[in-house]
């Protein structure tokens, strides 16, 4: 072979390896374009993925008419997503000094239990914090407005006014729902525990205190006339054994005596002097 049938072989090998080289670069910069230009979103079951379109230059943003469901899908890298949960869903919340219809400021544990219905109109018309500027100052106006019209006793105390707040705050925010085309479906709304201020306590522990002590004095009283009717029901019951007997109360003083010396002396020894002329013999009794 000569030399420059050689030279010419090794350079058009030399340009196959290059012309594969450049395509394998061009792929894996193309792959990496690809893995950059996109994200994944994974809903949890029960969860639902509102897509939210944001194009840096073509095409129209907005929110997408189909949410993603559980389950990982890819999306394009400026394409936000926002998490809705739709089971039922319950919040807790805390009143300071709800003031009562007879001015006593109470303190309120409330809650409220609610599932979303349609997570893309929900975001679409309301936004992603609808929670936080609709529904919840809605519901933290009505429970004051509810609370106003009763008083600290039947609030805090028997809790007898708890049931109609309840069907009052849940009746008007229903229809509040309604109205705001919210799609949300309200399940519980309940005052729940009802604390009165420190003052109050303290005064409802001193007034039980006080019961307490009446109730105790006149169980006591109710144990002494007890007692007062035994003792004089035995009285009678002595007298007249002492009239059947025909004895004196000298006499029957006497014989009551032996009697208790005689229990007595059943369970010991028992020693006693006989007084007479004479002197005074010594009777050991077992």
């Known amino acids: 072979m000569a030399i420059s049938d050689f030279t ?4 058009e090998q030399g340009k196959r390896i290059a012309t594969r080289g450049m395509a394998i670069g061009a792929l894996v910069l193309t792959l990496l374009a690809a893995s950059c230009s996109f994200h994944s979103v994974q809903p949890n079951a029960g969860e639902e993925a509102v897509l939210i379109d944001k194009p840096l230059v073509f095409g129209h943003g907005g929110v997408q008419s189909t949410p993603v469901k559980t389950g990982r899908s ?10 809705v949960n739709t089971q039922p869903v319950k919040k807790d919340i805390e009143f300071q000094d709800l003031m009562t219809s007879d001015g006593v400021p109470i303190d309120f544990h409330a809650i409220m239990r609610f599932r979303v219905i349609d997570s893309v109109s929900l975001i679409k018309n309301f936004g992603p914090t609808w929670y936080e500027t609709n529904l919840e100052p809605e519901f933290r106006n009505l429970m004051r407005q509810a609370v106003r019209k009763h008083g600290m006793s039947e609030t805090a105390i028997d809790t007898s ?3 109609a707040i309840d069907n009052e705050v849940f009746g008007v925010l229903s229809t509040y729902v309604k109205k705001s085309k919210l799609p949300i479906l309200l399940l519980q ?7 009165p201020p420190d003052a109050i306590k303290s005064q409802r ?3 039980a205190a006080q019961e307490q002590r ?10 002494e006339d007890a007692r007062l009717a035994a003792e004089e029901s035995r009285a009678r019951a002595d ?6 007997m025909g004895l004196s109360p000298e006499l029957y003083v006497q014989l009551e005596a032996i009697k208790a010396q005689k229990e007595m002396c059943s369970r010991t020894t028992c020693t006693f002097v ?3 002329l004479g002197g005074s013999p010594l009777i050991s009794i077992k």
């Open 214 to 223: 009446v109730r105790t004095m006149q169980q006591m009283k109710l144990a």
């Open 205 to 207: 522990i001193e007034t």
């Open 274 to 276: 006989m007084p007479g």
């Open 74 to 83: 890819y999306i394009w890298r400026t394409t936000e997503y926002v998490i």
């Open 8 to 11: 010419g072989s090794r350079l």
């Open 189 to 195: 709304v309940s005052a729940g525990r009802a604390n």
């Open 161 to 163: 006014a708890i049931s």
């Open 239 to 244: 007298n007249a054994y002492r009239q059947q």
